[in-house]
């Protein structure tokens, strides 16, 4: 089994065993004329978690992301992973960036890509072994990319391209997985093959953290949402978090346009004239 060869299903026992995957406390983090980007952030994810962050544009959603992963140092606050400090553990996140921040023109190939994961078990000037290698080749055959592994990334599409960074965590052993706006940009039939990858990661108990503006949460199936808007507005349960009031909250008077499909998602503002709320 590709998940034994990896060693995460003993690992989820082992790893900071009855700790949080991921605690966030009083984290800020910016940039250079916008030290504050995000404020004073708290909260908590459990092992094998689906959470959704959400927030208008500019709310800081990306700014969190890069602080866990490493990317992004922070002013001042608390992560740990498994217990453990982020900067000692970061080797347990894997991360999906947004597509505008790779340089898809490099000339490299998915199977690399997927073995780059491999680079921090691998060691410094050292060639990937055979066990290395097959277990690249094992992992783009479990997310069903064996087809891709010879063609260079910049030939992939918008799908693909997420896909292979997804078995690139996958080849890092990571136990949390951080995607940043996953579903931007790609078509429907791209999008249903990126939420059976996530299902996937999610029977084998990984931890997903995913910002997104997608418009049908429910579709996803998040465990968690948190509300971001430079600070963290609510965090819980979908129908708790997904609702009129604290959207407004968030977003101001016009609200996102989230599916209608079930009574707990969320509808544009009522009408002035009070005559009800129609659908998004």
């Known amino acids: 089994m590709l998940m034994r060869r990896l060693g995460l299903l003993?690992?989820?026992?082992?790893?900071?065993?009855?700790q949080a995957a991921l605690q966030v406390e009083n984290l800020s983090a910016g940039y250079p004329g916008n030290r504050y980007a995000l404020d004073r952030a708290t909260f908590q994810v459990a092992a094998g978690e689906r959470v959704a962050i959400i927030g208008p544009?500019?709310?800081?959603?990306?700014?969190?992301?890069k602080a866990i992963v490493g990317v992004l140092p922070f002013t001042s606050g608390e992560i740990s992973i498994y217990g453990a400090d982020c900067y000692s553990s970061h080797n347990h996140v894997g991360y999906v960036p947004q597509q505008s921040d790779i340089d898809w023109s490099f000339p490299v190939s998915v199977f690399d890509v997927?073995?780059?994961?491999?680079s921090r078990h691998i060691g410094w000037f050292r060639l990937p072994?055979?066990?290395?290698?097959a277990l690249a080749h094992d992992i783009l055959e479990h997310l069903s990319l064996s087809d891709l592994t010879k063609r260079q990334i910049s030939e992939l599409s918008g799908g693909q391209r997420r896909r292979v960074f997804i078995a690139r965590a996958l080849a890092q052993e990571a136990r949390i997985l951080v995607l940043d706006e996953p579903f931007a940009g790609i078509d429907q039939g791209a999008?249903?093959?990126?939420?059976?990858?996530?299902?996937?990661?999610?029977r084998h108990h990984?931890?997903?953290?995913?910002?997104?503006?997608?418009?049908?949460?429910?579709?996803l199936r998040f465990d968690k949402v948190l509300l971001l808007n430079r600070e963290v507005l609510d965090y819980?349960?979908?129908?708790?978090?997904?609702s009129p009031e604290r959207l407004l909250q968030a977003y101001g008077p016009r609200l996102p346009a989230f599916s209608p499909r079930d009574e707990w998602l969320p509808y544009r503002q009522a009408p002035a004239n009070g005559s009800g709320r129609g659908p998004a």
């Not at 544009?57 to 992301?65: I, P």
């Not at 997927?114 to 491999?118: A, D, E, F, N, S």
């Open 57 to 65: 544009n500019g709310a800081g959603k990306s700014t969190l992301l």
């Open 236 to 242: 819980g349960a979908p129908e708790t978090v997904l």
């Open 129 to 133: 072994s055979k066990a290395d290698r």
């Open 114 to 118: 997927v073995l780059m994961g491999r």
């Open 10 to 18: 003993g690992k989820q026992h082992t790893i900071g065993a009855g």
């Open 206 to 219: 990984i931890t997903l953290l995913i910002a997104t503006h997608h418009k049908d949460l429910q579709a």
């Open 191 to 202: 999008e249903q093959e990126l939420i059976d990858t996530l299902d996937i990661l999610t």
